[in-house]
């Protein structure tokens, strides 16, 4: 499943509901139905509001997949690239009380992978959940 | 679920409950007026009741954090009662659990502001 969507939060609503059934149908557990639906919210907060800040002739491009081992969900943007290596820990003493800079940290922990690619222009997030551990076991 | 706040006093404190999702473009918007407004009225103790929020993304924490610090920089207090098992761990993956002070019965926390 792929689509392209313009860079509102109402995209940002669609994705997630896209997200939560998509986890749901792949048989992941409650915790990891909200990790996984958490993880793609913030990755598509990220395109529209950093990547493509909101402008209309931009959008945002989401994909889901299962491939029997692992969720593969990717979310890219249109606009100026993001170095993930530049990003502050939020963990940090002297960040932990700044109002932003939590978005890719919570990706990064409630996923089993992330990487990020730059498409010049934009950048492209893949988010992977391994099946085996994080389906319902009953 | 977008946010809804209602206001109570409770022993000089006010007590903000909240219910539904803190969230960029739902709750943080509201969140933030509510604290400022607060703030404004030179309201000293407030506790943010938390018990039927459940949802908190990355901007929400902002906000929460946000309105700590506001709080703090007024000389007023902002405390936490009752995190859903979702927004307590959010909390604790990203240290802010050791920022706030949270409690797990009313009665509790309102005393703590004496």
Do not use: C
Request: cysteine-free.
């Amino acid at each position: 499943m792929r689509f392209a969507l313009s860079s509102t939060m109402d995209s940002v609503s669609k994705v997630e509901a896209a997200a939560e059934k998509f986890a749901a149908e792949a048989g992941l557990d409650e915790d990891e139905r909200f990790r996984t639906t958490m993880a793609v919210r913030e990755a598509a907060v990220n395109a529209v509001l950093h990547g493509n800040d909101y402008d209309p002739d931009k959008q945002i491009t989401v994909s889901f997949e299962n491939n029997g081992k692992d969720l593969v969900i990717k979310i890219s943007d249109q606009g100026k690239g993001l170095d993930p290596d530049t990003l502050p820990d939020p963990l940090a003493p002297d960040n932990l009380l700044r109002g932003t800079g939590r978005g890719i940290f919570l990706i990064r922990s409630f996923m089993d992978e992330v990487h990020f690619r730059q498409l010049h222009p934009g950048t492209e997030l893949t988010l992977v959940k391994h099946l085996a551990a994080a389906q319902k076991t009953t | 679920m977008a946010l809804t706040i209602a206001s109570r006093e409770v022993d000089g404190v006010t007590v903000l409950d909240l219910s539904g999702r803190i969230t960029l473009g739902e709750g943080s918007v509201q969140l933030r007026e509510a604290i400022r407004d607060l703030i404004g009225k030179g309201q000293k103790n407030t506790l943010l009741n938390m018990g039927d929020v459940n949802y908190i993304d990355s901007s929400g924490l902002g906000e929460l954090v946000s309105a700590y610090t506001t709080s703090k920089n007024q000389g007023a207090a902002l405390k936490l009662l009752s995190l859903t098992k979702k927004v307590k761990d959010v909390l604790q993956l990203t240290k802010l659990y050791t920022v706030f002070d949270i409690y797990d019965d009313e009665a509790s926390a309102i005393a703590s502001f004496k």
